[in-house]
């Protein structure tokens, strides 16, 4: 990794530590856009008041996975139903502190990514629920009622409220991604240990010193010579904090790993299925690959 692109990591980092990484230069401040009314198709109206639920209360609604939610940023939830008949479609829209930590849900959470081309915006959808990324929106619409709504009567709900969101800016964390061997579709944000944890366990708590605060970007690799392994990039805001993760890192590792090789700027190791993983720190950049195959 050259100077040029450490430098660009180092800003992005910057950026997106801020909480800031939501809006470039000369975009307005945000507007919380308004909750569609049924008008969206025929014959539709609102059958229960709008639920909102902020912080903790995310729990009252999420049955598991709210802890996500929080470590990516979590401000708003606004849940609208609406029927017609024995058809119903929920609007569930939840609203993030910045595009980046919206787009960290959305990767978790799409699947594999089959979207609909009449949906205004990015997704990944099926008839019984849309799942959509737009600015600091994370947006689901759900099609559960007894007669299923025609899909594009969801899809007008979700243009609806899309509609009024704004579009914010187009660079994000996972740019920090070498593009060489990067399978498409495999990347991810990691911004705690919640999202760490589906990809690999390094010990305990916030391992990474992320501090629901910084942002690894993660994707699977296959090189031309058929090396394959997940790459995790974490730059951080300068090389003493990097150093201080390192040495986190290093001090609280899982009994399950083995260190084989050690050194100033980091260390080799063993998973306890004896895959192989390196992780090395230059400036202010951690990169961590591990499941080395």
Same mark, same amino acid.
């Given at each position: 990794?050259?100077?040029?692109?450490?430098?660009?990591?180092?800003?992005?980092?910057?950026?997106?530590?801020?909480?800031?990484?939501?809006?470039? $230069?000369?975009?307005? @401040? !945000?507007?919380?856009?308004?909750?569609? #009314?049924?008008?969206?198709? /025929?014959?539709? =109206?609102?059958?229960?008041?709008?639920?909102?639920?902020?912080?903790?209360?995310?729990?009252?609604?999420?049955?598991?996975?709210?802890?996500?939610?929080?470590?990516?940023?979590?401000?708003?939830?606004?849940?609208?139903?609406?029927?017609?008949?024995?058809?119903?479609?929920?609007?569930?829209?939840?609203?993030?502190?910045?595009?980046?930590?919206?787009?960290?849900?959305?990767?978790?959470?799409?699947?594999?990514?089959?979207?609909?081309?009449?949906?205004?915006?990015?997704?990944?959808?099926?008839?019984?629920?849309?799942?959509?990324?737009?600015?600091?929106?994370?947006?689901?619409?759900?099609?559960?009622?007894?007669?299923?709504?025609?899909?594009?009567?969801?899809? $007008?709900?979700?243009? @609806? !409220?899309?509609?009024?969101?704004?579009? #914010?800016?187009?660079?994000? /964390?996972?740019? =920090?991604?070498?593009?060489?061997?990067?399978?498409?579709?495999?990347?991810?944000?990691?911004?705690?240990?919640?999202?760490?944890?589906?990809?690999?366990?390094?010990?305990?708590?916030?391992?990474?010193?992320?501090?629901?605060?910084?942002?690894?970007?993660?994707?699977?690799?296959?090189?031309?010579?058929?090396?394959?392994?997940?790459?995790?990039?974490?730059?951080?805001?300068?090389?003493?904090?990097?150093?201080?993760?390192?040495?986190?890192?290093?001090?609280?590792?899982?009994?399950?790993?083995?260190?084989?090789?050690?050194?100033?700027?980091?260390?080799?190791?063993?998973?306890?299925?004896?895959?192989?993983?390196?992780?090395?720190?230059?400036?202010?950049?951690?990169?961590?690959?591990?499941?080395?195959?």
């Amino acid at each position: 990794m050259g100077l040029t692109a450490v430098a660009g990591l180092l800003l992005g980092a910057a950026v997106f530590a801020s909480g800031n990484g939501s809006l470039g $230069a000369g975009q307005a @401040a !945000f507007v919380r856009p308004e909750i569609p #009314e049924p008008a969206f198709a /025929p014959g539709w =109206a609102k059958s229960d008041p709008l639920r909102t639920f902020t912080g903790q209360d995310l729990f009252n609604q999420i049955d598991g996975g709210a802890e996500l939610f929080l470590e990516f940023g979590f401000v708003k939830l606004r849940v609208q139903a609406y029927t017609r008949d024995k058809s119903e479609l929920t609007l569930n829209a939840y609203e993030m502190e910045s595009a980046a930590a919206a787009l960290g849900i959305y990767l978790m959470k799409m699947g594999k990514e089959t979207p609909f081309p009449e949906v205004a915006a990015r997704n990944s959808s099926e008839d019984a629920q849309l799942t959509i990324l737009k600015g600091r929106y994370f947006i689901q619409v759900d099609n559960m009622g007894d007669a299923p709504a025609a899909k594009a009567e969801a899809i $007008a709900l979700a243009d @609806a !409220f899309l509609s009024a969101v704004a579009a #914010e800016t187009s660079a994000t /964390p996972l740019d =920090a991604l070498p593009a060489e061997g990067r399978i498409p579709g495999s990347e991810r944000l990691i911004r705690g240990p919640y999202g760490l944890q589906p990809y690999f366990t390094f010990g305990d708590g916030d391992s990474l010193s992320l501090d629901g605060k910084i942002y690894g970007a993660l994707a699977e690799y296959r090189m031309p010579d058929g090396a394959a392994f997940t790459r995790l990039i974490v730059p951080y805001p300068d090389s003493a904090a990097a150093s201080a993760a390192l040495a986190h890192l290093r001090a609280n590792l899982d009994s399950y790993i083995k260190v084989t090789a050690d050194r100033p700027d980091g260390f080799d190791f063993l998973d306890f299925q004896s895959q192989k993983g390196s992780i090395n720190l230059k400036d202010a950049v951690l990169d961590l690959r591990f499941k080395i195959r």
